[in-house]
């Protein structure tokens, strides 16, 4: 069955440091793997995907994320944190077992960026 | 803009009475979803329809049905709503099976 772990509920760091949260995942075959954010009482935005190519994908408001297949890792990075990236993020990996679409969640970390 | 919109943002319904959630797109996604969000822990796939054919989780309670009259419009209908329905429902849309969704705004429901 496909799955996504996000071992971490809260990531805390301070504004200008760099940022990580962390996303594995277990699939058969090759994933789709994307990343979400979510503000409070908001709908969830996307962020990135991973389906092919290049193992850095870029995302939206300077997100970008490495997909590590030998550690089955997708960990999504900044550079450098903005107060407002404090927001809950979602990792996911796309069902692709037959007659399946749906997008499997992992449970969610919590980023707090403090000034 | 293409969007997927959800109305209304917030609901307040009494425990039992039937209460409906929409879902529009502009995007001419074929496939749409209803989740069910509690306590900003991970989205629960609740159902979906891939064009007309409607696939239902298998631990989606009967309580709760959809409906998808066209292709913009989505509807979750929440038969007898339970104190235990009150969640964020967000609505989501995809084109086909490669790419990720598109996600509504969501509609948080009260149950009182």
């Known amino acids: 069955a496909q799955s996504v772990a996000q071992p971490e509920d809260q990531v805390n760091v301070a504004e200008g440091n760099p940022l990580t949260v962390k996303c594995t995942y277990s699939?058969?075959?090759?994933?789709?793997l994307f990343w979400y954010v979510q503000y409070p009482n908001r709908g969830l935005q996307f962020l990135l995907k991973?389906?092919?190519?290049?193992?850095l994908v870029k995302g939206s408001y300077g997100f970008e994320a490495e997909f590590n297949k030998s550690q089955t890792s997708f960990h999504l990075k900044k550079p450098s944190a903005l107060v407002s990236d404090s927001a809950l993020y979602f990792c996911?990996?796309?069902?692709?077992?037959?007659?399946?679409?749906?997008?499997?969640f992992g449970s969610g970390t919590r980023l707090l960026v403090r000034p | 803009d293409a969007m997927v919109i959800q109305n209304p943002r917030y609901q307040v319904t009494q425990f039992g009475k039937p209460v409906t959630l929409s879902c529009s797109q502009t995007?001419?996604?074929?496939?749409m979803y209803w989740y069910q969000q509690k306590s900003s822990q991970a989205p629960k796939l609740l159902f979906h329809?891939?064009?007309?054919?409607?696939?239902n989780e298998a631990d989606t309670p009967d309580n709760f049905q959809s409906r998808r009259p066209n292709t913009s419009f989505c509807f979750l209908d929440i038969r007898s709503p339970g104190l235990g329905d009150a969640a964020m429902y967000l609505c989501?849309?995809?084109?086909?099976?490669?790419?990720?969704?598109?996600f509504g705004s969501g509609t948080r429901l009260t149950v009182v």
């Open positions: 989501a849309t995809s084109r086909g099976t490669t790419y990720g969704y598109t």
């Open positions: 699939v058969s075959g090759n994933p789709y």
């Open positions: 991973y389906i092919t190519g290049d193992n």
């Open positions: 996911a990996v796309r069902d692709m077992t037959e007659s399946s679409y749906k997008l499997i």
């Open positions: 995007l001419n996604h074929n496939v």
């Open positions: 329809y891939y064009d007309k054919d409607f696939n």
